[in-house]
């Protein structure tokens, strides 16, 4: 919600779209909440994503250069979020970037934190969430893990420890515990987008945010 992810055939995730010069690229557009509407100005190329419908895109980038990427539909709250930047660059450099980012992503196992960062940064949470104590559509995550945190159960108020039990829940089952101040329903349910694993690391950066 509020950002656009952008997934290569080697697996890397990016939010910024790179793109091989004079090349056709064609884009699987995949919306999990709500109508978005794809639009890179500088290409004339303007769609809309839908949930449950296939829809795509294609063009042919002819220059290098960075250009900019809108969502032209309301789609909620922050809607103005929804920008990013199409990086068009030769042949040589885009698979020089392509082949590296392997090596990257391999590395980066190295580093549950920095993974854990990554991944958070690549499925959106920084467009609702801070890292530095601001609230702003959920809460903040700088302090949060070890914390007690006051949400509402079933209509329920009570206290509960932000330990790695409450933050899998938070992350499968987010409407489950809502913290007391923010509202329900602005958080889709990642069962089935995120492993184990990635929660594990996920829960390893939230830790480093003291």
Avoid at 61 to 80: A, D, I, K, W
Avoid at 200 to 208: G, M, P, Y
Wanted: charged share 20%.
């Amino acid at each position: 919600m509020w950002n656009y992810l952008f997934e290569y055939e080697n697996g890397k995730k990016t939010d910024t779209l790179f793109v091989p010069m004079d090349k056709a690229v064609k884009l699987k557009l995949v919306s999990l909440d709500v109508i978005h509407g794809f639009f890179i100005p500088a290409f004339r190329i303007k769609e809309d994503v839908v949930p449950g419908r296939e829809k795509m895109a294609w063009f042919i980038p002819q220059r290098e250069g960075s250009f900019e990427l809108f969502c032209t539909v309301y789609c909620g709250m922050n809607h103005s979020y929804m920008g990013s930047t199409v990086k068009v660059m030769p042949q040589t450099k885009f698979d020089a970037w392509y082949i590296d980012t392997i090596k990257h992503v391999a590395a980066a196992v190295d580093s549950p934190t920095a993974t854990g960062q990554r991944i958070m940064k690549n499925i959106g949470c920084f467009a609702c969430h801070t890292v530095d104590g601001t609230k702003l559509i959920g809460p903040s995550f700088k302090g949060i893990y070890g914390s007690k945190v006051v949400v509402l159960t079933n209509g329920q108020e009570h206290e509960v420890t932000a330990d790695d039990a409450y933050i899998k829940r938070s992350i499968y089952d987010p409407n489950a515990d809502i913290v007391k101040g923010f509202n329900k329903g602005l958080m889709q349910p990642y069962t089935g987008q995120l492993s184990e694993g990635d929660v594990q690391q996920i829960t390893a950066f939230l830790k480093s945010l003291k």
